[in-house]
């Protein structure tokens, strides 16, 4: 479903928003943040391209999953495609659930204050005013369920009010608050990995399946 992935990424790496993008299979960027390289793959989110989405899991130390704010249809596929594909995430990568197009409700956070008030979910369930379908609460539902799912304990990851955001490409808001602040989440734990751990540059000529940890992100 189109709910503004390709979007996100071009507003954060390019800083602009271009109405028509599109994806076929998948891009790659590499984003310099601080003294880091931060390689971030954007996927097409069809059907088609399932397997290929399993492989970006795979040792993505952080996902984010996105959806369009005004289609709970969106939030819905996201639960009944992507549970299954987080197998092959690590079991310390770390999950983020954007809303997205969130300036095409009546919310006021998703129109002229771009970028002010980051991290500021816009308008609840219960909002008079509001004609928006999905709201924060649905996708803190569906980060709960992976956490179930993947038999992660609530309290050793982040909550699900710090991991679920709403966002519009179209303005601005709120795209590079989520970007950094799993950056900043992600790059700790994957320092604390390369001190503990064996070099995570794969020898081909010996390589045997094991527990990865890049350091990417997939949205
Ligand atoms: N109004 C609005 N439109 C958006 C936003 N993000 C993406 N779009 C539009 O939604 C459509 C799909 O966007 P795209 O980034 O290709 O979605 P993707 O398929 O998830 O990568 C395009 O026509 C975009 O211009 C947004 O935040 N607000
Ligand atoms: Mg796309």
Redesign the pocket.
Known sequence: ???????????YMERR???????VGGAFYLKQWRSYNISIW?????EQFHGLGSMYCRGAAAIIL?Y?VNHLQSLIELEDRFLSLTDTASTDCLFAIVG?????TDDAG?EDDAEDEPGKATGTCNSARAPKRVCLEDAMALYKKILKYRMLDEKEVPAAEKMCFE?????G?NVDYVFETLFDMVVPVILRQRAEGPSQTVDITHYKPAKQTQSRCC?
């Open positions: 479903m189109n709910v503004g992935k390709t979007s996100l990424l071009h507003r928003f271009q109405e028509t993008v599109s994806t954007d996927t097409a989110g069809r996105t369009d997205n197009k969130i300036d095409l998703g966002t519009s490409a179209k303005t808001y949205v």
